[in-house]
């Protein structure tokens, strides 16, 4: 669920009913110090679902972002609480990492609510997310602003990655089923043949039996490395948001989606996928120089690598405002990258 932390949005005035004011104004306002006899909030949705809210209160100044997870109708309403809690959670567990401060921060949770339609309530970062500057390369020629955050997202994901080392191996299997629910929804939705759907199945067996991909150590993954959970600061301090998918992974997870949703910008936007080559090479090149014997890391990484940007294209083939040309295209992708 991505949410954009960005420049302040356009507001608009919530109702007096309102009883997620009631309960900023009584109860998170006194924790962040702040003591008002008439609070003044003002709200917008920061995306279409209207499960992400921005809220101002005019007087202090104080901006929240709170999400609802009550308003996830595809889930349980065990579920809604189970997913609250643990990016509550997540959060906390990186900023107690070290990750609260410049250069690298997890967004600050304050507080969460499972009463108040499972309510999460985080500060609003501040800044642009890593898409603003992807939007300006490839429009705008702006390629420089994109290489530099990029260059800082790599450096925060190899510190989480090596920080965040856990005590035993990938589970690929798990990752193989996940492979394999979003093919079947892609078979289901249209957007790929029966038998295209069968090849993909063939060539992740085929990833099975390659046990580099069940030798490494799993590690602290963000999740989710999509363009727009990733906030950057003029000051070129990053804060990460969106943590309800953290989990111990192949740290090829995050740089595989990352790598995906970098050549999926670039052929939507202007038609030329390749376009993105340059600034992924560049990326796995800074990250890898963060580890000894850059070189042998890069090579490991980049060879798992095109399973899991293979899953990252597949992913992003499952959202249905893409065109129906454009998804079967990043099948077509997919299946390029995992022909062995």
Same mark, same amino acid.
């Given at each position: 669920?991505?949410i954009?932390h960005?420049k302040? =949005?356009?507001i608009?005035?919530?109702?007096?009913?309102?009883p997620?004011?009631h309960h900023?104004?009584?109860?998170?306002l006194?924790?962040?110090?702040?003591e008002?006899?008439?609070?003044?909030?003002?709200?917008?949705?920061?995306?279409? $679902?209207?499960?992400?809210?921005?809220?101002?209160e005019?007087?202090?100044?104080?901006?929240?972002?709170?999400?609802?997870f009550?308003?996830?109708h595809?889930?349980?309403? &065990?579920?809604?609480?189970?997913?609250?809690q643990y990016?509550?959670?997540?959060?906390?567990?990186?900023?107690?990492?070290?990750?609260?401060?410049?250069?690298?921060?997890?967004v600050? =949770?304050?507080?969460?609510?499972?009463?108040?339609?499972?309510?999460?309530?985080?500060?609003f970062?501040r800044?642009?997310?890593?898409?603003?500057?992807?939007?300006?390369?490839?429009?705008?020629?702006k390629?420089?602003?994109?290489?530099?955050?990029?260059?800082?997202?790599?450096?925060?994901?190899?510190?989480?990655?090596?920080?965040?080392?856990?005590?035993?191996?990938?589970?690929?299997?798990? &990752?193989?089923?996940?492979?394999?629910?979003?093919?079947?929804?892609?078979?289901a939705?249209?957007?790929?043949?029966?038998?295209t759907?069968?090849?993909?199945?063939?060539?992740?067996?085929?990833?099975?039996?390659? =046990?580099?991909?069940?030798?490494?150590?799993?590690?602290?993954?963000?999740?989710?490395?999509? =363009?727009?959970?990733?906030?950057f600061?003029?000051?070129?301090?990053?804060t990460?948001i969106?943590?309800?998918?953290?989990r111990?992974a192949?740290?090829?997870?995050d740089?595989?989606?990352?790598?995906?949703?970098?050549?999926?910008?670039f052929?939507?936007r202007?038609l030329?996928?390749?376009a993105?080559?340059?600034?992924?090479?560049?990326?796995?090149r800074?990250?890898?120089? $963060?580890?000894p014997?850059?070189?042998?890391v890069?090579?490991?990484?980049?060879?798992?690598?095109r399973?899991y940007?293979?899953?990252?294209?597949?992913r992003?083939?499952?959202?249905?405002?893409?065109s129906p040309?454009?998804?079967?295209?990043?099948v077509?992708?997919?299946?390029?990258?995992?022909?062995l």
């Open positions: 669920m991505s954009h960005q302040t =949005p356009h608009i005035e919530p109702t007096v009913e309102d997620v004011c900023l104004a009584t109860m998170v006194p924790k962040e110090g702040i008002l006899e008439l609070p003044d909030f003002r709200r917008a949705a920061l995306n279409k $679902q209207k499960t992400v809210y921005f809220y101002r005019n007087k202090s100044g104080l901006c929240l972002v709170c999400k609802f009550g308003n996830r595809e889930l349980s309403p &065990l579920d809604r609480q189970e997913l609250l990016e509550f959670s997540s959060l906390h567990t990186l900023r107690k990492m070290g990750f609260c401060g410049y250069p690298h921060r997890a600050r =949770p304050i507080e969460k609510n499972e009463q108040l339609n499972c309510m999460l309530v985080e500060d970062a800044g642009r997310d890593l898409d603003y500057f992807l939007k300006k390369a490839a429009y705008k020629g390629n420089e602003k994109l290489e530099r955050r990029l260059v800082i997202l790599a450096d925060f994901l190899a510190r989480l990655h090596k920080e965040g080392t856990g005590n035993v191996d990938v589970d690929f299997e798990c &990752l193989s089923e996940y492979f394999r629910h979003i093919r079947h929804g892609l078979v939705d249209g957007i790929m043949s029966i038998e759907g069968i090849e993909l199945d063939q060539l992740c067996r085929e990833w099975e039996r390659d =046990p580099t991909m069940h030798e490494t150590r799993s590690v602290l993954v963000h999740g989710d490395a999509t =363009p727009t959970n990733f906030i600061d003029p000051d070129d301090g990053l990460a969106d943590l309800e998918r953290m111990f192949d740290p090829v997870y740089l595989g989606f990352l790598a995906a949703e970098l050549r999926h910008h052929a939507w202007i030329k996928a390749d993105a080559e340059p600034f992924i090479t560049r990326f796995f800074v990250y890898c120089e $963060q580890f014997d850059p070189g042998s890069f090579d490991k990484i980049t060879h798992r690598n399973f940007m293979a899953l990252g294209e597949l992003i083939a499952r959202n249905a405002w893409l040309g454009h998804r079967k295209w990043l077509e992708e997919a299946i390029g990258c995992l022909r």
